[in-house]
């Protein structure tokens, strides 16, 4: 039987409860899942592309069970990337209509660079759908408190970086 690989690709600056909980949910879907961190230095990242493997890494050593989880940095199309990892689908949360639309758009241009990578899309849990890196950034940096919103170890990261 031939191997279920998925592809959960992000930023991930910082990860969040919203990225942790499609993480937990799509490790019961596949026998692999390889989360693929973006050097998208357009992004301006809070954390180096290092630090957030590391993040990833040690925020999801829990949840793998039965399924394999590796976490690799990566550049260049999402969709060449998909195929070096062997990816079968390419995992994407929806937290609210806008994103949607977002996806849809690529998940129609995707489609037309390899038609045989599915994109599975999960909806965020409903104490997550708010949830945005980009926000949890901001919060933080105007001292609002974010406890809800990261894991504690990624909040003492914030938290430090912006006391800098």
């Known amino acids: 039987m031939k191997e279920r690989v998925a592809l959960y690709p992000g930023t991930f600056d910082p990860l ?3 990225h942790i909980d499609i993480v937990r949910r799509a490790v ?35 949840y793998t069970g039965e399924t394999v989880i590796e976490v690799r940095p990566f550049s260049g199309l999402l969709m060449h990337f998909a195929e070096e990892v062997g990816a079968g689908a390419i995992i994407r949360g929806l937290r609210a209509v806008s994103d949607f639309e977002y996806e849809f758009q690529m998940v129609g ?32 940096r105007l001292g609002g408190d974010i406890t809800a919103f990261v894991p504690p170890t990624i909040k003492s990261r914030v938290l430090e970086r912006f006391a800098k």
């Open 16 to 18: 969040t409860n919203g």
């Open 109 to 140: 241009m995707n489609q037309r660079l390899n038609p045989d990578i599915e994109t599975v899309f999960l909806m965020a849990d409903p104490r997550h759908q708010a949830i945005a890196s980009r926000l949890v950034k901001e919060i933080a």
């Open 28 to 62: 019961k879907l596949y026998d692999k899942l390889v989360i693929g961190i973006a050097r998208n230095e357009d992004k301006r990242p809070l954390f180096s592309l290092d630090e957030r493997v590391e993040m990833a890494l040690d925020l999801t050593r829990e």
